[in-house]
């Protein structure tokens, strides 16, 4: 039923979606069910369909089906050498995240932790905290390193 709204016209958004995620989608031709196909690394996969999932939540949304309105903040932390990968020019990498999971994310301070704080519904949080986990992965994707850096930081015990 919504997936005409996550595909979009000419396909744009689900290609949109593929492009940023570095994955290929198979989407639902007409008649067929709405099963939507993802392939490529793991991770990224995981950020699409976070990304399909909030598509299909704003689709809900928008034909006025009651939606849970509870917020939830959630703290992703990165390598700090990656800060500014993951922020953009200008905060264009960052921005475009936090509009397309529809959340509010904060960016970390120079010289502090380096850590994106992330408040929204807690589908969107999730979503915008695997987008921000996968663009870490997009730095070194033949090398495991910044994925064990990211478990590490995930790991340690937070400090408030």
Same mark, same amino acid.
């Given at each position: 039923?919504?997936?005409?709204?996550?595909?979009?016209?000419?396909?744009?958004?689900?290609?949109?979606?593929? *492009?940023?995620?570095?994955?290929?989608?198979? /989407?639902? $031709?007409?008649?067929?069910?709405?099963?939507?196909?993802?392939?490529? &690394?793991?991770?990224?996969?995981?950020?699409? /369909?976070?990304?399909?999932?909030?598509?299909?939540?704003?689709? #809900?949304?928008?034909?006025? !089906?009651?939606?849970?309105?509870?917020?939830?903040?959630?703290?992703? !932390?990165? &390598?700090?050498?990656?800060?500014?990968?993951?922020?953009?020019?200008?905060? /264009?990498?960052?921005?475009?995240? /936090? *509009?397309?999971? *529809?959340?509010?994310?904060?960016?970390?301070?120079?010289?502090?932790? &380096?850590?994106?704080?992330?408040?929204?519904?807690? &589908?969107?949080?999730?979503?915008?905290?695997?987008?921000?986990?996968?663009?870490?992965?997009?730095?070194?994707?033949? *090398?495991?390193?910044?994925? $064990?850096?990211?478990?590490?930081?995930?790991?340690?015990?937070? #400090?408030?």
């Amino acid at each position: 039923e919504c997936a005409g709204f996550i595909v979009g016209p000419l396909g744009r958004v689900i290609n949109e979606i593929a *492009r940023q995620t570095f994955t290929h989608i198979h /989407s639902p $031709r007409r008649g067929e069910d709405s099963v939507f196909v993802i392939s490529g &690394p793991r991770l990224c996969v995981k950020a699409a /369909s976070a990304l399909v999932r909030i598509k299909e939540l704003e689709a #809900l949304e928008r034909e006025d !089906t009651p939606a849970d309105t509870t917020s939830k903040t959630g703290i992703c !932390t990165v &390598p700090e050498s990656l800060v500014g990968f993951v922020m953009g020019a200008q905060r /264009s990498v960052i921005t475009d995240i /936090s *509009r397309q999971t *529809r959340t509010e994310i904060v960016c970390p301070v120079k010289g502090g932790k &380096p850590q994106f704080t992330v408040t929204g519904m807690p &589908p969107c949080v999730d979503a915008a905290i695997t987008c921000i986990e996968a663009k870490v992965l997009q730095v070194r994707p033949r *090398r495991a390193t910044a994925f $064990r850096e990211l478990q590490l930081l995930a790991r340690a015990p937070s #400090l408030k």
